[in-house]
């Protein structure tokens, strides 16, 4: 079984920094594509930015040149940076990742979220 936790959301006045941070465990063989998600009330849950194993990246276009995301291939963790919030990336966050499990099958997983607001 493989598992994902979030952790580092919190309350930042606008302009602040958070750093979220997501570990997985369990049976991995490896991990393909990594990356965060976001969901704000009444909307629905949007990519925030992945990073594959060979450390290409995505972004939204609303958090480019504001979060950045990065992985620690030895710890099965990825971070994403935050700076410059806005009141707008106020979500909860959810990692999520691209498994292959030490049987080879693949599958997708999600944990548990995590709360960012963004308010002064």
């Known amino acids: 079984q493989v598992r994902l936790v979030e952790s580092g959301g919190g309350l930042v006045q606008p302009g602040g920094s958070l750093r979220l941070s997501c570990a997985a465990s369990?049976?991995?063989?490896?991990?393909?594509?990594i990356g965060w998600y976001r969901q704000a009330p009444g909307k629905q849950r949007e990519l925030v930015a992945h990073i594959t194993g060979g450390g290409s990246t995505n972004y939204a276009d609303s958090v480019k040149g504001r979060f950045t995301i990065s992985r620690d291939n030895a710890k099965n963790t990825v971070f994403l940076q935050m700076n410059s919030l806005k009141p707008e990336d106020t979500a909860v966050y959810y990692c999520?990742?691209?498994?292959?499990?030490?049987?080879?099958?693949?599958?997708?997983?999600w944990g548990q979220g995590t709360q960012v607001t963004v308010s002064s």
């Open positions: 369990g049976s991995i063989f490896s991990i393909n594509v």
């Open positions: 999520n990742a691209d498994i292959t499990i030490v049987t080879y099958a693949r599958s997708n997983y």
